[in-house]
């Protein structure tokens, strides 16, 4: 059964740091690329950011690039997101996700957690 965890969530200060963590078991973490999504109140699920099996390769969405980090370990099959310089607009539910193909679109992921609640305040 696969699973996908996700932990770290929590409440953070505008500008604070926080960073997030996505546990994976049940699957061969290295065959897949990752990705971080999140969701705001009242708002479509969205991209942040992407990572490739290896971790030779990333891509982040305007939004939260230059801010927010992405990385893998492969050996702890585990998957990261450290987000610096945080803004209420960050408020969000983030999810990780697990898909055979690198991409940014919801549907093109296989596998999804159930999701952290990351609150920025002003």
């Known amino acids: 059964q696969v699973q996908l965890a996700e932990s770290g969530g929590g409440l953070v200060q505008a500008g604070g740091s926080l960073s997030v963590s996505c546990s994976v078991s049940?699957?061969?973490?290295?065959?897949?690329?990752m990705a971080w999504f999140r969701q705001a109140p009242g708002k479509e699920r969205e991209f942040v950011t992407a990572i490739s099996r290896s971790g030779s390769s990333t891509y982040y969405e305007n939004p939260v690039k230059g801010r927010f980090t992405i990385s893998r370990d492969n050996a702890k099959n585990t998957l990261y997101l450290q987000m610096n310089s945080l803004k209420p607009e960050d408020t969000a539910v983030y999810y990780c996700?697990?898909?055979?193909?690198?991409?940014?679109?919801?549907?093109?992921?296989?596998?999804w957690g159930k999701g952290t609640l990351v609150t920025v305040s002003s």
């Open positions: 996700a697990a898909g055979a193909t690198y991409t940014t679109r919801i549907d093109g992921m296989d596998y």
């Open positions: 049940g699957l061969i973490f290295s065959d897949y690329n």
